[in-house]
């Protein structure tokens, strides 16, 4: 069975760091693309960021590019989310997602794991 | 950005109703669209993928449909543990948007 679980979030100055962390098991970890997801507290979907299986490509939201940086480490079966420069508007539950297995197309995931919250407050 | 709009925000129904929610996109895609279904305090949970597959394991009762800029989220019969958030999302273009969503009470 597929787990993803996300740890590393908590409060954080702004201007502050912060880095996520999502363990993998279940599958072949470096086989899927994996994205950050977050949701602001009372508030929609918002897509992040985006690896490819091999980590060798990437992509962001315009409202983190330049601030926020997207890894795995293949040993660990481990997705990370690097937070830099972090505004009052970055607080959300951040979600990491597998690329689901069935399309044909990145951009769909399944599962996702139950979030971790970050808190950008002074 | 390829901007999402789901109708209605909000929907009230009862246990055995048909549901129908629309998501219309401000560009053309294809049939590049997922749903999600999120219940409070849990992580989204993918129901439809490609406009209308649906995912292994979801109930046959929820079907997908569309393409272009407009799409629907159908609920045949709308079941308790169906009273939840739904979001459409495209994956056409980056960057990946999701509706603003749409939350299906109860009547």
């Known amino acids: 069975e597929v787990h993803l679980l996300e740890s590393g979030g908590g409060l954080v100055q702004p201007g502050g760091s912060l880095r996520l962390s999502c363990a993998a098991s279940?599958?072949?970890?470096?086989?899927?693309?994996m994205s950050w997801v977050r949701q602001a507290p009372g508030k929609g979907l918002e897509w992040v960021s985006v690896?490819?299986?091999?980590?060798?490509?990437?992509y962001y939201a315009d409202s983190v590019k330049g601030r926020f940086i997207i890894s795995r480490d293949k040993s660990k079966s481990t997705l990370y989310l690097q937070m830099n420069s972090l505004r009052v508007e970055d607080t959300a539950v951040y979600y990491c997602?597998?690329?689901?297995?069935?399309?044909?197309?990145?951009?769909?995931?399944?599962?996702w794991g139950q979030g971790t919250l970050v808190t950008v407050s002074s | 950005d390829i901007q999402m709009t789901q109708s209605p925000s909000t929907l009230s129904a009862s246990v055995g109703d048909r549901v129908t929610i629309t998501c219309r996109a401000s560009?053309?895609?294809?049939?590049?669209l997922a749903w999600y279904q999120q219940k409070p305090g849990k992580a989204p949970n993918l129901l439809i993928y490609e406009a209308s597959s649906l995912e292994s394991g979801v109930p046959s009762r929820f079907s997908g449909s569309g393409s272009g800029t407009e799409f629907t989220l159908t609920i045949s019969s709308l079941q308790p543990g169906d009273f939840a958030t739904y979001y459409c999302?495209?994956?056409?273009?980056?960057?990946?948007?999701f509706g603003q969503g749409t939350k299906v009470e109860i009547k």
């Open positions: 279940g599958f072949t970890f470096s086989s899927y693309a």
């Open positions: 999302q495209q994956y056409n273009t980056y960057p990946w948007t």
């Open positions: 560009q053309s895609f294809g049939s590049w």
């Open positions: 690896i490819s299986g091999s980590g060798g490509t990437t």
């Open positions: 997602a597998k690329q689901s297995p069935h399309s044909s197309r990145y951009g769909v995931w399944d599962p």
